[in-house]
């Protein structure tokens, strides 16, 4: 067996040990003599795997007892509809647009009503947080949107904008269980869970009960109002049954490693050893503000396009995979998210800087 460090945006990483286990159960999970992937999602052996995954995500986040967990399919992306479709009360929404995945949001709430950006970093390509301590927020808007740790460009904020009390919901897909959050903050705190819990196509919601209500736009399809799920514990339909028991997996190896304050602490950790090298490397740097800095994503460029390309070229033959920068920014990015080892970003500064002797 070879296995790459894999510095992929998402799909991305996961535990050794997570998936060492699924092989273990693959054919015969727990005596049942069979798969889960093969298991009935009504059975007593998946209840308790849904009903685990769930107590485990609850211990590690803290989350309180009138937020409803659910488990849901679609992606990220389907939740950029779904919420306003379930919160737009008065028709009126803030978003704050903080690189790509925030505009498309903004751009789908557009459809369902009056969706204001209310701020942007757009002018110096997403490279920085907004100043959010005082922004003009709708007296009306019913809730105020932001990607919480901007993917494609690595930055994060630092701290949540003040949104004169209205509710905040936040789009954590990057940077989930990455750190400790104070889930009392959020109306609806999700995320895809491809980046840093488990196979793509599971979103997790997060949401305040009280925002689970019939009173929806008109037209909102069954399978996209969250009180659809909430009140059938995420099986209102057969859920993505065998997705859901690896993000399980991967709640209990968080709860082995430490928790949330141990995971912060390996990810600033990480982060560091490859951002001080980035602060004096004279070839390679870091494309966002210091302040900004993502923990999970670290885009970087030489400033020379064939330097980039022979880098990512060079780094995958030395077994560094996917560090090419998104397509819409170019350059380098390097994931590092909870499942990478420290040993593998020290590897892949030692690779570089081998590499900046080579090519400065
Ligand atoms: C990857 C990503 C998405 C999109 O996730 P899908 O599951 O592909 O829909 C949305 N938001 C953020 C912050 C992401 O990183």
Request: aromatic residues 10%.
């Amino acid at each position: 067996m070879s296995r790459v460090y894999n510095f992929s945006a998402g799909p991305a990483v996961l535990p050794e040990e997570v998936l060492q286990e699924l092989a273990d159960e693959m054919m015969d999970y727990n005596g049942t003599g069979m798969s889960v992937m093969e298991m009935s999602h009504r059975s007593k052996a998946y209840q308790e795997i849904i009903d685990t995954a769930e107590q485990d995500i609850r211990d590690l986040m803290n989350i309180p007892d009138n937020y409803k967990v659910l488990f849901l399919q679609g992606g990220a992306s389907q939740q950029f509809a779904m919420i306003p479709m379930n919160l737009m009360k008065n028709g009126v929404a803030d978003y704050i647009v903080t690189g790509q995945w925030a505009k498309k949001a903004y751009q789908e709430a557009c459809k369902y009503g009056k969706a204001n950006k209310i701020a942007s970093s757009e002018d110096k390509t997403f490279s920085y947080i907004p100043d959010c301590s005082d922004l003009p927020i709708s007296e009306d808007a019913d809730y105020v949107y932001i990607c919480e740790n901007n993917t494609i460009y690595g930055t994060k904020y630092k701290k949540l904008p003040n949104t004169k009390g209205k509710i905040l919901v936040s789009d954590v897909s990057s940077c989930f269980l990455s750190e400790p959050v104070d889930v009392t903050k959020y109306g609806i705190i999700y995320g895809g869970v491809q980046k840093n819990i488990g196979p793509a196509g599971v979103v997790i919601v997060i949401i305040r009960e009280d925002l689970i209500t019939e009173d929806v736009l008109p037209g909102t399809p069954t399978m996209l109002q969250y009180k659809t799920h909430a009140d059938n514990g995420s099986m209102y339909n057969t859920p993505p049954a065998y997705g859901i028991y690896v993000c399980g997996k991967v709640f209990k190896w968080l709860k082995k490693m430490g928790g949330l304050e141990a995971m912060k602490k390996h990810n600033e950790e990480k982060a560091k050893i490859l951002y001080d090298f980035l602060d004096e490397s004279k070839l390679f740097k870091g494309t966002v503000v210091k302040e900004d800095r993502s923990l999970m994503n670290v885009p970087f460029v030489t400033g020379n396009e064939e330097l980039d390309a022979k880098f990512v070229k060079e780094a995958k033959a030395a077994g560094f995979e996917n560090l090419k920068g998104h397509r819409t920014v170019g350059g380098m990015r390097a994931s590092i998210y909870n499942a990478m080892p420290k040993e593998g970003v020290q590897k892949l500064v030692e690779f570089m800087k081998k590499f900046e002797a080579e090519n400065i």
